[in-house]
Each structure stands twice: as structure tokens, then as C-alpha cells.
């Protein structure tokens, strides 16, 4: 593998205080949104000599205050400032904190010393010279075009969420690659797909991605999955750039992420699977066995989740491969991944049941044995119905980590209301309750009741962000780079859907009118063929810019291309 990419520039931003308070002895301030980053104080006049105390935090108190020990791995900070004298500004000197896994850390890039995860400030120094103009929030973040994307909806819970996950997916470039959270500062292939995915939906920026493929190269972490993951990192970018350089450059590492030493003789993998971390998530996988050799891990050793894994990473590791005139390797990629469908149909299928039991030789069947194969393209026509029902019946019965693949299962199985009615719940499973807790960022888990050490900063939590634009607003490439795209929104019981996607050819601008008729106004970006799929109604017709065609489809939707840029409106009648 040749050399990691360019490190990515970071950018620093002054955040005026939202709050600011003088509570006696203490000044408070309310900086709206829990950033990575740090702090300057300038006082109006020449402070006294002395030491002053500075409290950071992500949540408060009951009675208001910063919170100074929250539950789990929720951030708060105290640092000690001296003052001098002659000296007006102050940037704090943050000490360096013992991670979860010393040594496996990303250090903090040096731009404003230190970095901390916080939302609140606390300075016990109220008879100091501290005014609002003096104290800013100092926001480290990779370069981010705010205007790139946008979403709104007429459900008000739906839009939060989507503002909730896009300032996570900024807030937390900080380190110029994906972390996983504050507790530990470590990339994993996991966490780096779903930030990735989500990263590229609201900014199309690739730089972050591409430092974090490279960097999970040269430091890969340890689940069987994780490093299937790498392939499907390698292809996203391919698929949203159109640019094969990573994967040209990774090629070689890439192709050993598919484990294919780990297939047996008829080519089904042969390797324990994390299947959702934390373990309580996953749905009484293999009736809840646990390997004895690594509590994280649990079998059969011939798994559904781990060959669902192996069938998508060969799919994706085909299309590299392609791109790069690798044609027997291609070939022989799209071969073993046809081997895959066939024996995992024929190994995991539960004729009686209609589902995927968990692995060979089992009698249970949890949501991720099969969400996986759904989410994937595993599921023969015929049996899609039947999978489906038995997803959704387990509602959310997952991670943060797992809804990804969860949202995507049902909104390809057709379920669109399921979905969003997910997105927007309102239980302790749910986006909204993150926000209701007081998190401006995605947490690592529904709650600390399921993972009692969780961060309040973890973007695997963020799938929403990619979920709404490529699914509900229904922009996705058909071919690398968007020359070939397909606006398909799925709006379920939404009245009204619109936003911008980001794509190298330009953005996307989408709006659905959801009532009678189906509406959809879009925008498209020049040097880009599009394919529109729009819900059935009524009267069964198709009219492109008040004109009526003839449209293509299946039951359920009609679907016409278009070769012109620029805006069309397209009515489903």
C-alpha cells in the first residue's frame, strides 16, 4: 500500500456564547451545540494575578449547572487557569486524558492545543473583567459546506433529527479522520462506513473518508465485520466520486479485508461475528451463546451475519476491481458472491418460517439475521415479503450501529412508513430521545440504560443523515460519480419532503408534495442521466412538466428518465 494521503486542514471557528450568566461567584455560558474544540477568554481589563477554575461539559444538572459527573463516558472536564497581569487572552491548556485503549488514540491535532467535547462553560472568577464578546468556543472541524445539503419535512421530530445527525457528522471531524466517540478517540471500520455515508450526503468532501480508509489500513481493529467494512468504505467513495485513486492505491490491502481464507470448501465464511455491539442488542442472536474464548464475540461459526458481510464486500470489491481493469479478478468476485447467495438461501432459510435463522444448525431467528440479507440484496423476490413482515415486527430491536442497516432493509423491502415512523419515534429508542436528554450530538447508544459508558459525540449514531437524503429524498447514484442517477423519494405518510443533495456534478434539489397527486419537483445537474420512480396513484398517470409520457414501473411505482438538466416537475396522478 503506498503512503497515507495528505493530512486534512482542519479549520477553526469563534463561537459566541447563546447563554451567557453571571450565577454569584460563577460565569456560565451556553455555547447552543456540543463541539470539539476549545476555549479563549479575553478579559475587558488586565485581571489580577491568581489561578481560576474552568469547567467543561455536554450536559447539566438538574439545578442547572454543568453536570460534574455524568453518567457513562459523557464529557466534563476542569481545568486550572492562571491569570497574570498584563495578560488579556487565554487559550486553555487542556491536559491530555488516559483513553479507554491507551496507545490506540488519535492525538489532537495542534491546532488549538487540547481538544474537548463540550457544550457549557463554568469560570469561577465572577469579579474578573469577563464580558460575552471575550469568551468564544473554539470549534475544530474539517472544511464543511454548511449549504451543501438541507432537509425539512412536515414532521417536526423528523426534521431535529436530521439536524441532530448533520452536526454530528461535522463536529466530529475534528481529528481529520472518523472516531468513534470521545471515550476511546479510535477509528473502526463500522463506525467509519456510517460516517462516511453520512459525511457524503450532507458535504460530498472526501478527504476525511479517504484519511480514514488509509489510516484503518495501516491500524485495522479486530471484528470479523469490521474488516469487511473496508471494501465497502473503498467502493462508497468510488460510487459517490467517481474517482477509483483510493481504491487504485489500497488495492491489495482492500482485496484481503474480503477474509476469503476464512471460506470453506463450498465458500460460505467461516468466522464469529460481533453481529451488534453492545451485546444486549442483538436480539437473542444464537439464543444468546457467547464465545468462550472472547465474551464480544458469539457464533455459529457459519453465521448469517458475516456471510451477508461477505456477499455485499465481494459485490462492492467486483465493482473496484472493474474500474480498475482488474477483469479476472472481477469476475472471479462476482463468482464467489453468486456461490454465496446460492448456499446461504439454501443453508439459513427457514422454509416453514419464511426467515433466516442465525447460522447453520440453529433454531433462532433475530432481527439482524435478517435485516442483513434485506439490506443487502439477498433476498429473492419471492421471499421478501415474508422477511420483511418479521423485520418489522422486531421493531427496533438493534443498536444505533445496527439502524443502519435496519432503515435500509425497510425502506428496500418497500416499507417507507416503517422507516420514517423510526426515525421519528418518540421512545427511549429512538434519535429523539438523544435530543431530549440534551445531546446536540448522536450518542453511542439508545441510552445508558443499554450501554452504561456510552459518549454523548459517537456518529455511528448518525445513519439518519444519509438514510433521509438517499432513501426519503431518494437521490443515489446508478453509476460512479452520479452520470447516471435516480431521484426516488420515499415519503410515507409525509405531506411534504424537499431538500439538496450533494454530488460532483452539482446538487440535487428535491421537493415532494405529498397529497392527492404526488409532486415532485427536482433539479438536475448537467452531464447527469436521471431515472425518476414516483408511488402509483389513482389514475395511474405519469405527467413530466405538465406533459403526459409513457412511464415504465412495477406495482407499486412509475419511473421515467430524463436526459435534461435543469427543473422538471413531475406529477403522479
Request: overall charge negative; glycine content about 6%; aromatic content about 10%.
Amino acid at each position: 500500500m503506498a503512503g497515507l494521503v495528505d493530512p486534512v486542514q482542519l479549520k477553526v471557528v469563534e463561537v459566541a456564547p447563546e447563554r451567557f450568566e453571571m450565577r454569584g461567584e460563577t460565569v456560565f455560558a451556553d455555547f447552543g451545540k456540543d463541539v470539539f474544540g476549545n476555549l479563549r477568554i479575553v478579559f475587558a481589563e488586565d485581571p489580577s494575578d491568581r489561578v481560576i477554575k474552568v469547567r467543561f461539559g455536554e450536559k447539566l444538572a438538574q439545578d442547572g449547572s454543568i453536570d460534574r459527573k455524568p453518567s457513562g463516558s459523557v464529557n466534563f472536564r476542569e481545568v486550572l487557569l492562571p491569570v497574570h497581569r498584563g495578560h488579556r487572552s487565554y487559550q486553555l491548556e487542556i491536559p491530555s486524558k488516559e483513553f479507554h485503549l491507551r496507545g490506540a488514540s488519535v492525538q489532537a491535532p495542534k491546532v488549538v492545543n487540547e481538544l474537548t467535547p463540550f457544550r457549557y462553560v463554568e469560570i469561577d472568577a465572577a469579579d474578573l473583567p469577563i464580558h460575552p464578546s471575550g469568551l468564544r468556543q473554539l470549534f475544530v472541524h474539517a472544511p464543511f459546506d454548511d449549504n451543501a445539503s438541507s432537509f425539512e419535512s412536515s414532521d417536526d421530530t423528523l426534521n431535529c433529527v436530521w439536524d441532530l445527525c448533520k452536526h454530528t457528522i461535522k463536529a466530529t471531524t475534528a481529528f481529520g479522520v472518523y472516531i468513534d466517540g470521545e471515550r476511546e478517540r479510535i477509528p473502526y471500520e463500522a463506525d467509519a462506513y456510517i460516517n462516511q455515508l453520512s459525511h457524503y450526503a450532507c458535504d460530498l468532501d472526501p478527504r476525511v473518508a479517504r484519511s480514514t480508509i488509509d489510516y484503518l489500513l495501516e491500524h485495522p481493529t479486530w471484528p470479523t465485520e469490521w474488516s469487511l467494512h473496508m471494501p465497502m468504505m473503498a467502493a462508497a467513495d468510488y460510487w459517490a466520486t467517481g474517482d477509483s485513486t483510493s481504491a487504485e492505491r489500497n488495492y491489495d490491502v482492500l482485496r484481503k479485508k474480503l477474509l476469503m481464507d476464512k471460506a470453506r470448501e463450498d465458500g460460505l465464511l467461516r468466522a464469529w461475528a460481533i453481529v451488534d455491539w453492545p451485546a444486549a442488542e442483538r436480539d437473542g442472536y444464537n439464543d444468546g451463546q457467547i464465545c468462550p474464548e472472547d465474551r464480544r464475540q458469539i457464533g455459529p461459526m457459519v453465521n448469517t451475519v458475516v456471510n451477508a458481510f461477505y456477499y455485499h464486500a465481494l459485490r462492492q470489491m467486483a465493482v473496484l476491481a472493474a474500474a480498475l481493469n482488474k477483469e479476472i479478478d472481477a469476475s472471479d468476485f462476482e463468482s464467489k458472491a453468486k456461490t454465496v447467495y446460492e448456499l446461504f438461501n439454501r443453508v439459513f432459510f427457514d422454509e416453514r418460517r419464511s426467515i433466516y435463522i442465525d447460522g447453520e444448525g440453529c433454531s433462532h431467528a433475530s432481527l439482524h439475521a435478517n435485516m442483513f440479507p434485506l439490506a443487502f440484496g439477498l433476498v429473492p423476490a419471492g421471499r421478501v415479503t415474508g422477511v420483511a413482515e418479521f423485520v418489522q415486527s422486531r421493531g427496533m430491536a438493534c443498536s444505533v450501529y445496527g439502524a443502519q442497516y435496519l432503515l435500509e432493509a425497510l425502506f428496500i423491502a418497500g416499507l417507507d412508513e416503517v422507516a420514517i415512523s423510526l426515525m421519528s419515534a418518540r421512545t427511549k429508542r429512538s434519535w429523539w430521545h438523544m435530543i431530549e436528554l440534551g445531546s446536540t450530538m448522536t450518542l453511542e447508544a439508545w441510552d445508558a440504560e443499554f450501554k452504561p459508558n456510552l459518549t454523548w459525540n459517537h456518529p455511528w449514531g448518525a445513519a439518519p443523515a444519509n438514510i433521509l437524503s438517499r432513501f426519503v429524498l431518494g437521490v443515489r447514484p446508478l453509476k460512479p460519480g452520479y452520470s447516471q442517477l435516480l431521484i426516488a423519494p420515499r415519503v410515507g405518510q409525509l405531506r411534504f419532503a424537499r431538500g439538496k443533495v450533494p454530488t460532483p456534478l452539482g446538487p440535487v434539489d428535491v421537493s415532494v408534495e405529498n397529497i392527492e397527486t404526488f409532486k415532485l419537483t427536482v433539479t438536475i445537474p448537467r452531464d447527469s442521466h436521471t431515472r425518476i420512480e414516483v408511488p402509483r396513484r389513482s389514475q395511474d398517470q405519469l405527467f413530466v412538466d405538465g406533459v403526459p409520457v409513457k412511464a415504465t414501473g412495477d406495482g407499486h411505482t412509475l419511473a421515467v428518465t430524463l436526459s435534461s438538466h435543469g427543473q422538471h416537475l413531475i406529477e403522479s396522478r
